[in-house]
């Protein structure tokens, strides 16, 4: 039988259309590491998105990866309510689903929410040796870059825990986080000197990464260098593929 992962991400809901498209290019390299199984994705702002790889799924379902940076409001609660919707869209007018799997907040039993990409283990050290390569040495300086949220404590919380590891990791003189969409701002950090790194904690490169985050730092005067986005990594699919195929083998997961 054929394995069925499902990558979700938020998109771009100002312009959908790239987004999903660069989310259907990373699924095809998660595949490449994954003969046998079938990738689909999905963003949450591409409308129909998540109902045509609901239907693509059929009634086995499968498992969810959800791109996203941190756990929360979003992956406990919206992605599977989204998922019953999808589900009820792709399936039920059809006749092809007897709704014995439906659970409401708790999501569709046919399909299984795996922890979000920013929680993986794999990731934060994924993170120190992409600052290790971009040069950063001992005493360094290092900016961690995320959206952050005012509805849950979740994200920053993530991001936090992640500048502590890599200060201890990397043996950083200063390492912190700052947020576009709540305090600490990306626009009012001060003291970085010229040899900074900023990291942009993020899954995509969106307009989050592409517009406010350089906006944000320019504010600031903020004088390093801005590395690429961390889920832009060629790393990343490999790094997934992992995680859908150890999922597979344990047959447990977060609802």
Known sequence: ?????LIVAHGQPSDPAPAEAALGRLAAAVAEHLPGWR????????EGALTNAAKAAGTAGGLVFPMFMADGWFTRQHLPERLVKACRAALFDAGGCDRSGCGGAAGCARWRVLPPFGLDPTVQTLALRVLHEAGVPLGGEVLLAAHGSGRSPAPAEVAHALAALLKEGLQLRRSEAAFIEQDPRLSSVAGFSAEAVCLPFFAAEGEHVTDDLPEALAEAGFPGRILPPLGRDPRVP??????LRAAQGTGSGDQ
């Open 39 to 46: 990738v689909l994705s999905a963003t949450l702002a591409a």
């Open 1 to 5: 039988m054929t394995q069925t992962a």
């Open 238 to 243: 490999a790094a997934i593929a992992a995680v």
